[in-house]
Structure formats: C-alpha cells, structure tokens
T-cell receptor, first 114, second 110 residues
Framework: NAGVTQTPKFQVLKTGQSMTLQCAQD?????MSWYRQDPGMGLRLIHY???????DQGEVPNGYNVSRSTTEDFPLRLLSAAPSQTSVYFC?????????????FGPGTRLTVL | AQRVTQPEKLLSVFKGAPVELKCNYS??????LFWYVQYSRQRLQLLLR??SRESIKGFTADLNKGETSFHLKKPFAQEEDSAMYYC????????????FGAGTILRVKS
C-alpha cells in the first residue's frame, strides 16, 4: 500500500493563479481531510469529506474548493492564489469507524505564492 | 469551542533527562486526545492516543479530565526523540475532525 500520496511536493505560484493539489489514498478510507500547517499555528482544517460525494468546510475554508467524486481521491483547488495561502498542505485519511480515529497523513505539499 | 493549547514552542533537554510536553484542551463533551509526531523530513504520524493507554517509544500520556490536560511524558529523553510534537483533539459529530495545538519542538541535546 502506498498509503496517502500527494502531488506535487513543491509548487510556486504567482498571485491570482489557480492550481489543484492532488491527494489519493489506497486504504479504502471514507474520511479524508486537508490541513494547512503554519508556524506557530499548528495544523488547521481546511475542508473534509466523510465519503464520496460529501464534503464540508473546516476551520479555514476561504479561498479553497474541494470535491470527492471517488473514495480514493480528494483534490484541493486554489481558484485565485494569494500570498496568505503560502503554507505546507497536508492531506489525511482515516477509516471513519468509531474507535479508530487515527489519521494517516500524506508527505505534504509546500506551496509558495509570490 | 474546541481548543488545544501547547504552551511551549520549544523544549530543549539533555539526553537522559525527563521530558514533559504540555497539552491542555477545552471541549464540552468527551474528547479523544492524540499525540502526533513529525520527525525531520518525515510525514506526520500518530504517536499515541488516550484510549489505548499504551506506551510508545517510552512515551506515555494520561488524560486528566479534571485539569483538562493530556501531557506527554518520557522518563529519559533520547536524541532520536527530537521532533515536532502536536497534541490533537477529536470530538463532536464527525469524530474524525482533528483540532491541533500549535506544536512543540523537542530538542534533545547530547
């Protein structure tokens, strides 16, 4: 199993550009989520999904869109990048079963917006 | 509101010394508490959870509901323990949503 994979590993964007961060998992997990990691702020939840076709907002959703058309994939879209979105982005998945809330994280995508 | 507080940004100890990483939380229900660790150049991974009440790599953490704390402890620090440690809370309707603290960098000096 590859676990949770993310692409790209690094990305530099100019203000106003759009892009999609890819996330995939091969563990048949129902629950997937996106976090951003910023110094002094820990990880903050952007969006999450409890299953294919179902998504919801987390703590910091503004400027980001998600969709969940399959169980495996959960892409994160930046429609118009801003410097405030410079961060490290982590995708995570978990089985969603009661008593099994361990989340498995991807390696992260380091995004810089100029 | 759910909140996790890790008061120390950096904790520096000598090898062999005891370690305590502090974590306090606020949550109105019965939360699940976790410690996640991120070693240099590695992905974030689960270290331990309060439900399992086990010791991982010599670390333990006890949930104290009276003090709303979940401090991470290890009696003798090792250099390979140097990493970023995050305390996290899960609760509410979607139990898989995690609220993280700001993190504490642990540096173990030789």
């Amino acid at each position: 199993n590859a676990g949770v994979t993310q692409t790209p590993k690094f990305q530099v964007l100019k203000t106003g550009q759009s892009m999609t961060l890819q996330c995939a998992q091969d563990m048949n997990h129902e629950y997937m989520s996106w976090y951003r990691q910023d110094p002094g702020m820990g990880l903050r939840l952007i969006h999450y999904s409890v299953g294919a076709g179902i998504t919801d907002q987390g703590e910091v959703p503004n400027g980001y869109n998600v969709s969940r058309s399959t169980t495996e994939d959960f892409p994160l879209r930046l429609l118009s990048a801003a410097p405030s979105q410079t961060s490290v982005y982590f995708c995570a998945s978990s089985s969603g079963q009661a008593g099994s809330n361990e989340q498995f994280f991807g390696p992260g995508t380091r995004l810089t917006v100029l | 509101a759910q909140r996790v507080t890790q008061p120390e940004k950096l904790l520096s100890v000598f090898k062999g010394a005891p370690v305590e990483l502090k974590c306090n939380y606020s949550y109105s229900g019965s939360p699940e508490l976790f410690w996640y660790v991120q070693y240099s150049r590695q992905r974030l991974q689960l270290l331990l959870r309060h439900i399992s009440r086990e010791s991982i790599k010599g670390f333990t953490a006890d949930l104290n509901k009276g003090e709303t704390s979940f401090h991470l402890k290890k009696p003798f620090a090792q250099e390979e323990d140097s990493a970023m440690y995050y305390c996290a809370l899960s609760g509410g309707l979607h139990g898989n949503k995690l609220v993280f603290g700001a993190g504490t960098i642990l540096r173990v000096k030789s």
